[in-house]
């Protein structure tokens, strides 16, 4: 099966001032989800224990912080600008964050294994 990039159909599964995540769960073992981070907004951050997830920006800049969450105890160990055309390769339970610190929506879409499991 195909879709687009820019619209990967799917479920909407989170809307606030912050952002719009639709879920794309057409596959058994994969999910595709999207995000659209409005300007000067932040995701929550969040480490998925067993789960690798695959980060594609597609439009926009921003940052992207990696790290270790132990309880209320966060480290950030990495964190680099992102901009379209960027992957970035999450590892096993690694903390993540994305940042928009631009003045123009930031859309990235991240494929993972299985159901939603934020730590």
């Known amino acids: ?9 799917g479920a909407l599964v989170k809307e606030d ?17 999207s995000t659209d981070l409005n300007p ?18 597609v439009q926009g800049k921003g940052r ?23 992957v970035v390769l999450i590892e096993d339970g690694k903390f993540h964050r994305v940042v928009n610190d631009s003045e123009d929506k930031l859309y990235f879409v991240c494929v993972f294994d299985g159901n939603r499991t934020h730590q």
């Open 64 to 86: 992207m912080l990696l790290g270790s969450q132990k309880g209320d105890d966060l480290s950030i160990e990495d964190e680099f600008p992102v901009k379209e055309g960027d």
């Open 17 to 33: 001032d912050r952002y719009v995540v639709k879920d794309n769960k057409d596959l058994k073992n994969l999910v595709v989800s």
């Open 40 to 57: 000067g907004k932040q995701t929550t951050g969040h480490s998925h224990a067993g789960q690798e997830e695959v980060y594609i920006f």
């Open 1 to 9: 099966m195909k879709i687009n990039i820019n619209d990967i159909g």
